[in-house]
Nanobody, 124 residues
């Protein structure tokens, strides 16, 4: 059974930092592209960051470039999202996702697997 379990969300003040973690199981971690998406009530799920399975390339939404960093640890089957200089606009439920082919930051519908999400709230 495939599982993606996010953790690390919480309440933080504007300007602060959080690190999200996603523990993966049930599939060959190294063969999958991984990513983070986020969603707020009434809005569509949007891509935040992706990392490929082949060469470790990373992709970021313009809104988080320079502030967020995605990384993967094959030894722990975990993908991370380091978030710095957070603002209220980053408040959302953050979802971990995996795909056997490609993580398309513009298209959540193409991803194979999803976690249940972790809430990040940034206070002003």
């Amino acid at each position: 059974e495939v599982q993606l379990r996010e953790s690390g969300g919480g309440l933080v003040q504007a300007g602060g930092s959080l690190r999200l973690s996603c523990a993966a199981s049930g599939f060959i971690f190294g063969g999958y592209a991984l990513g983070w998406f986020r969603q707020t009530p009434g809005k569509e799920r949007e891509g935040v960051a992706c990392t490929s399975s082949s060469d470790g390339s990373t992709y970021y939404a313009d809104s988080v470039k320079g502030r967020f960093t995605i990384s993967r640890d094959a030894g722990w089957n975990t993908v991370y999202l380091e978030m710095n200089n957070l603002g209220p606009e980053d408040t959302a439920v953050y979802y971990c996702t995996a795909d056997s082919v490609f993580c398309d930051i513009t298209s959540p519908s193409g991803m194979d697997y999803w976690g249940k999400g972790t809430l990040v709230t940034v206070s002003s």
